[in-house]
């Protein structure tokens, strides 16, 4: 059917109406009174929704951009880091450290396994020359559905006492607890396409005071993604470069949005649907990639042995207008992922796994009672 | 007047309201082959407008971050650069050049005055160990409304063999002749809030098989500006990275529709439009910042001598809801510059001149005939 895409996939996640019409109005001029009182307003609430005081910067990027520019301002040619590599993001911030010629040591473990913070602390414990100058980590690892244990791994980090921890917050931002200022993070990096509820274009950048010291020395080439340049500007509530004017208009209205819903309900309802679609997916017999302890709020991955994933994403599509995301790389077309990220409501998680029952019936895999996933879920909704 | 805006500056430009609507539909996947179709059109469209059978790339950043790819991914640290500089963005590309360490020698001349052809003959001609990598070039500068001589400093680059050109044709392309294929143009970096008739967010970059060759050998870090990256993933329809959906959804919109209007009837327009701007401003006796021989099809910057030029932009936009630039760093309110450029008739022309004329007045400055203004645009229009 025309025009009813569903979209349960981790990004670009669903934009509410009223988001989708502030991207309708015409842009206005970014060097303006009108622009810059927007900005303002749009900057503070960017500072609620990190729990931070300090800065945190909007680029014209991808949510990649906004990593590897939480990187390269803090960090000079053969600087030795940490990097968390559990899944398709975390490979890809080794690569980055790698390009720009870093001292990577990756830190693995399985697709689908949690990072162990021991790990880390046995590296930063050992590194007693403090040679160690950042320890980067995907927090919610889009590709798997798992979260890593930001605070465990982060109190090392604190131990160790001159390493910056930087956050590839890209999923949990917005979905999960990520009190920047509480736990110290000098770095959080995201994307507009997730928690924020508008499309994809704009990449956010916290940084700590301590993050701003380590600019100070850092020699990594930047220009366009210079954070020094961008905190200049945002200081006055403009941008160093053109920004993408009708997404910043977007941004104010789901920004308000969400200050409105509140924080703690937004975790609630993340964490509340993250646990009704794992129920359901026990109740139709269809593994869970990733365990409970370790399961993001933004995204749940199913493996589905003995069954083509591929099969159930495209029928969920043609049937239902549901999309779901598959698997990256070597899971590609062994597991589905269902994205509860953003503008979902309780909703949305019932029809999708209603409309899933259908189509594993339909693609022959009876292993569940008819209902079950949807009985499951109702249960986790109606507490 | 709410919502009367009228933008008449650089950038964003006007957008029309079948891209605005474009904006407003709901982000699809990006890993879907409905998503594929659009871009592969979009590929060929700005192929198309490029006038090139080469790569034309899209990627997620503003003009400034196009041209940046544009430059670091033929370069390594420490290569002589020659940079055009006769405006606000040629002295950017300047700056990019030094953030990463090349050797760049700034080719100069003062702002609203264009670049000197036969000052890169010298540099290029004395360069007989060919150490000179690339050549910089800003086709249109913004703040002045100059338009460089291309096609001269391009036959002296030709004539080196070995530099590649790097065109700045952010506010060029689309409102004048670029024809990237017969002139061998290298590199061509532009961005969506100008010709292309969209909001700001996104940025492309023409590469020529010579730039691909510099490539392969260019050893400046870059990951998420890594143009390799999205020259394999334009070649399946895809993007290295998560796109600005709906950016593109407008652009598909877009270059449908100059497609229709044709490349010579764009071109066609920009000159005639530029024309009866720059005899109104002579009809009302308000100095010219660019020669005829230079003016750039896109602005055309007006000196206001004995008046604040922020004065005239101010009432401009408080009687009549349009918005005119200013002049930037030290012409800031000396001059104001008239965009020209993209969704723009030649009824907004007229309308702008006519409200000059009641400003003017307005201001105090009587030193034209009333009307005078109008009736010379008539002149161009009506030929």
């Given at each position: 059917m025309d025009d009813k895409l569903m979209l349960m996939i981790p990004g670009p996640t669903p934009v509410p109406e009223a988001a989708l019409l502030a991207l309708a109005k015409h842009p206005i001029g970014h060097r303006t009174s009108e622009f810059s009182n927007m900005m303002g307003e749009v900057t503070q609430n960017l500072k609620w929704l990190h729990q931070t005081e300090s800065d945190v910067l909007m680029l014209n990027v991808s949510g990649t951009g906004a990593v590897e520019a939480g990187m390269i301002n803090f960090l000079s040619p053969g600087d030795r880091i940490l990097v968390g590599s559990n899944g398709k993001f975390g490979e890809r911030w080794v690569e980055v450290g790698q390009a720009f010629g870093l001292n990577v040591e990756a830190i693995t473990a399985e697709w689908g396994q949690p990072l162990d913070p021991d790990k880390f602390a046995q590296k930063l414990q050992a590194d007693t020359n403090k040679e160690i100058k950042a320890v980067i980590i995907t927090h919610s690892e889009t590709s798997t559905g798992v979260i890593n244990d930001?605070?465990?791994?982060?109190?090392?980090?604190?131990?160790?006492g001159q390493a910056l921890i930087i956050v590839d917050a890209v999923t949990s931002l917005g979905a999960y607890n990520v009190p920047?200022?509480?736990l110290g993070l000098d770095v959080v990096a995201s994307g507009s396409q997730k928690g924020y509820m508008i499309p994809p274009g704009l990449g956010f950048v916290s940084v700590s005071p301590k993050a701003w010291e380590a600019y100070k020395t850092a020699k990594l080439p930047k220009y366009y993604l210079d954070l020094g340049k961008y905190r200049k500007a945002t200081a006055k509530n403009t941008t160093p470069f053109t920004?993408?004017?009708?997404?910043?208009?977007?941004l104010h209205t789901t920004?308000?949005?969400?200050k409105k819903e509140g924080l703690e309900s937004i975790?609630?309802?993340?964490e509340r649907q993250k646990n009704a679609t794992r129920a359901a997916m026990k109740a139709l017999n269809l593994p869970l990639f990733a365990a409970d302890e370790c399961a993001s709020p933004a995204i749940t991955a199913v493996a589905t042995p003995g069954m083509e994933a591929d099969k159930i994403r495209s029928l969920m599509k043609k049937r239902f207008d549901i999309a779901?995301?598959?698997?990256q790389d070597h899971l590609s077309n062994k597991i589905f992922r269902v994205g509860h990220l953003g503008f979902v409501s309780d909703r949305d998680i019932l029809s999708c796994i209603a409309s899933l029952e259908v189509v594993l019936l339909e693609l022959g895999h009876e292993n569940f009672n008819s209902g079950a996933g949807?009985?499951?879920a109702a249960r986790v909704f109606s507490n």
């Open positions: 930001l605070v465990a791994i982060n109190s090392h980090v604190k131990e160790h920047v200022d509480a920004p993408p004017v009708n997404l910043m208009v977007a920004l308000g949005m969400m975790f609630t309802r993340h779901l995301a598959g698997g949807v009985a499951a």
